[in-house]
């Protein structure tokens, strides 16, 4: 075989089950691919001596027909999972030296299914942000080129990054990514990937550093929805470490996968079209042309509350975030700068602990919190979000699923990022209401843009749907042959 690293993950667990390369060879080819793009800036720590012993456990395993459903696929980790023993930094200076004692549920559930880790990718910090520029370890950068302006480096989506940079390029098979507002969807979108955040609490959120705890979930970034398949019904499981894990039957989403939608009624949602441009517009009109060709009836409905989506997501995270992120305070974790009082010493190792974003959002967290604020935001966002589920749960009464674009753009430039936080928070226009609701919803890379950029559609479905998107996705994978189109780029 000659580029390994090509394969997809299905495709490779195939090759190493029929012999075809060895998970040594393959482990090999990521990390001499690795060294070469160390540009991307896409790991925040490699770990290949570890993914070579793994491989050499799985060659072994393979060998005497005893490989495990993930079985020597090599496989990078979002630096926000905790991983016994290897460097774990949420993208922040304040866990620059920190090395758990203890695996995450979901990283431990793959190493039990066999896969070998390549290391620890980069993120924006505490995964805040949507473009990955607020990593303390530097930006990363997309591997995609814009087609008139190849000079130009873009951003690969935030705040999993890393992970979509390391998958775009192929210093992975595949990675896992996190989901609070966006952060697996957006950057799936940005660079050309299948992304999917499942259902609040079908991943356990065990060892995952915390962002918003209500809101983050866990989930693949892949090539293909067959091999997003194969990661989640890896990382998802029951988990009594995590008190909102769900007790949910994972069933075999891969070998279930059929891209049928005839039938299937999919909704069109009027505030999601609402000031959309030309090439985003175009995007939805393809996604709804591919679901009518295949069968499926078209419906337009409405969903009142997403307007206020957006404001609300950004009272519920920065409040959750600055109440998980008081544990950092130099004395247990990471990063110590000493004062000369106890304050002094909280005070100097958050300064220069946490970065510019994160200091923000702890600040409007506390902010919303504080006695005569509460009222007045948390408690109004909390019932805001109530009827945004609501609104939710109405509109599956009348449709299967609802497809949106994923994002209002394709990627921009590191040096076009916009100077105001806020306009960087419309980003996640089109994904936040989903964490909200605690809905599964999946992007799909659909179409490239004037530029040559990817451009993805997000299908959103009621809880637990996850099945259900896999097969509308593989219907919209089908259709669009986003393969087909870049294998000449
Ligand atoms: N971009 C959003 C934020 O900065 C979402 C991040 C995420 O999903 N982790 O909060």
């Not at 989930?219 to 009594?240: I, R, Y």
């Not at 975030?321 to 974790?333: C, E, I």
């Not at 609802?402 to 980003?427: C, G, H, Q, R, W």
Request: charged content about 20%; glycine content about 6%; overall charge neutral.
């Amino acid at each position: 075989m000659t580029d390994l690293t090509k394969l997809t993950l299905t495709e490779a667990r195939e090759a190493l089950l029929t012999k075809k390369c060895s998970a040594v060879e393959l482990t090999q080819s990521f990390i001499a691919r690795m060294e070469k793009h160390r540009d991307l800036n896409a790991y925040i720590t490699e770990t290949p001596e570890i993914a070579l012993d793994q491989a050499k456990e799985s060659d072994k395993r393979i060998a005497s027909n005893q490989a495990r459903p993930m079985e020597g696929l090599p496989l990078g980790i979002k630096d926000l999972f905790c991983t016994k023993n290897i460097r774990t930094t949420a993208g922040s200076k304040i866990l620059s030296n920190f090395v758990p004692k203890y695996e995450s549920t979901v990283s431990q559930n793959l190493l039990d299914a066999g896969a070998v880790f390549l290391g620890k990718t980069n993120m924006d910090e505490f995964a805040m942000g949507s473009a990955n520029l607020t990593s303390a370890f530097g930006p990363v950068i997309s591997p995609w080129k814009r087609k008139n302006n190849p000079n130009k480096q873009l951003v690969p989506g935030g705040s999993s990054g890393g992970s979509a940079a390391a998958v775009a390029a192929r210093l992975a098979l595949a990675t896992t990514a996190s989901d609070t507002g966006g952060s697996i969807r957006q950057p799936a979108a940005f660079t050309g990937l299948v992304g999917i955040k499942p259902t609040y609490g079908l991943c356990s959120r065990y060892g995952m550093v915390a962002f918003a705890s209500s809101l983050d979930q866990a989930g693949p970034l892949t090539h293909t929805v067959k091999d997003a398949a194969l990661m989640l019904q890896n990382m998802a499981s029951h988990d009594e470490k995590d008190a909102t894990s769900l007790k949910a039957n994972i069933p075999d989403y891969l070998a279930n996968i059929s891209p049928v939608v005839k039938g299937l009624k999919v909704g069109i949602a009027k505030e999601y079209m609402e000031n959309l441009d030309d090439e985003t517009q175009a995007l939805l009109q393809k996604g709804i042309d591919w679901l009518i060709e295949a069968g499926a009836t078209i419906h337009h409905v409405s969903l009142k509350t997403t307007p206020y989506a957006l404001p609300t997501y950004y009272i519920i995270a920065p409040a959750e975030a600055s109440s998980n992120l008081a544990r950092y305070d130099g004395v247990r974790y990471g990063v110590r700068v000493n004062g000369k009082t106890l304050d002094e010493l909280y005070e100097n190792t958050r300064r220069e602990g946490f970065g510019e974003e994160v200091r923000r959002r702890i600040m409007i967290g506390t902010y919303v919190l504080s006695a005569g604020y509460y009222d007045a935001y948390y408690l109004k966002a909390q019932k805001v979000r109530k009827l945004i589920t609501q609104d939710f749960e109405n509109t599956f009464k009348e449709v299967d699923v609802i497809l949106t674009p994923t994002t209002p753009s394709a990627a921009f430039a590191i040096d076009e990022k916009p100077s105001d936080p806020v306009k960087m928070y419309l980003n996640d226009i089109f994904t936040v209401t989903v964490n909200l609701a605690g809905l599964p919803a999946i992007s799909i890379p659909s179409s490239l843009n004037q530029e040559g950029l990817p451009l993805g559609l997000q299908i959103i479905g009621p809880h637990l749907s996850e099945q259900l998107l896999f097969n509308v996705a593989a219907a919209i994978e089908e259709a669009a042959d986003f393969a087909t189109q870049i294998k000449s780029l």
